[in-house]
């Protein structure tokens, strides 16, 4: 039952499946079936959070939680599992319904990045942690590798400024918008201007805090606009 | 090298440390030492959502994605963590520096979910996989006999309209404020307006989506300054 294009697939990740319907499902976009490839997005995409943050632990040991929580979201992001699925050739193997055959989802970064997580539950649930470990670690190896240590001790803040002092634009704005709760449990709504774009906003359980994820959000649009 | 607190502990979590190394470091608050429960913190996060969500996986097959990531992220959020805390009586047991333990640290929401999510990482460490799920499933026992099934089949924009309705509060409205990126591959930026509260943002790859999102945070917002 399974295609040409499923078949390479199955090579290209290394894994043989016993049951051959977890692929299958794993590739089947909501437009195509029913029983499509979202419940195991949901399920690959907490597999794919930890197998990358146990690497992160165990392979920077000295890192903060902090750099370890931004390398890790680079890692996992959108954009990142769509380029693996090109590597894969995932395109190929796709399930679609035919409108959105028609539109090019094939090509489409969101539904890419759902396969690939869909795929490491497929894994998962076909061989268990240990395969899908493997898995992960394979697809992510020349990218765990290639972790830029200059970059990694930065925090957003310090990031976002160095971002927009290189493109010679005004600096970022930070102000508190709301504090909220009882003395001993206060959260701060910090919200990041930066010029030319809407501005983000981001909540924390301090002023310091709120204000890194916020600058972290800018970032990652102005990052994403830049792609 | 344990305090009786710790002793406790260890016998309410059903877990003996081998390394008993590992506990000490979950329970140690930043304001203590260098040698704390940040990184922990981070690997156990990852870990709760991975066990809560293939629990939820497993144990509700016919719910849709969106369904299995709102029931999760109530059962994951630092207000259900930080009463797991109390069930526990951790805040006895936690390692505090001169300044929050004046300051009341070991009653703060944060501070205790904190130190929730690194025991989770520790027992990992300590004993594997299989322990930790026990653990977490342990945990959550209650948690997860007790899910509303009537509340569960119910998106987030139908919620934040019965929540308004209920108290009589005018309806939210929502405002596509930006789409950007090539034709087949776009990004909606949402705002969901609700009185009285400040606007809240959300992105995704449909609008439908969006909105979904920033009604979700919104209801998360109203339902906090309830708790």
Partial sequence: MMTTAQKRLEQRLGHTFNRPALLQQALTHRSAASENNERLEFLGDSLLNFIIGEALFKGFGRLPEGDLSRIRAHLVKGDTLAEIARELDLS????????????????????????VEALIAAVYLDAGMDACRDLVLRLYDQRLQNLDPRKMGKDPKTRLQEWLQ????????????????????????????????????????????????????ALDRLEGDND
Wanted: glycine share 10%; net charge positive; proline share 7%.
């Fill in 166 to 217: 290189k493109r010679r634009e005004p600096l970022p704005e930070y102000e508190v918008v709301n504090v909220s709760g009882p003395a001993h449990d206060q959260t701060f709504d910090v919200v990041c201007k930066v010029a030319g774009q809407p501005p983000v906003q981001a909540r924390a359980g301090s002023r310091r805090k709120a204000e890194q994820l916020a600058a972290e959000k």
């Fill in 92 to 115: 190929d193997a796709l399930i679609l319904g035919g409108g959105e055959l028609k539109s090019g989802g094939y090509r489409r970064n969101s539904i890419l990045a759902d396969a």
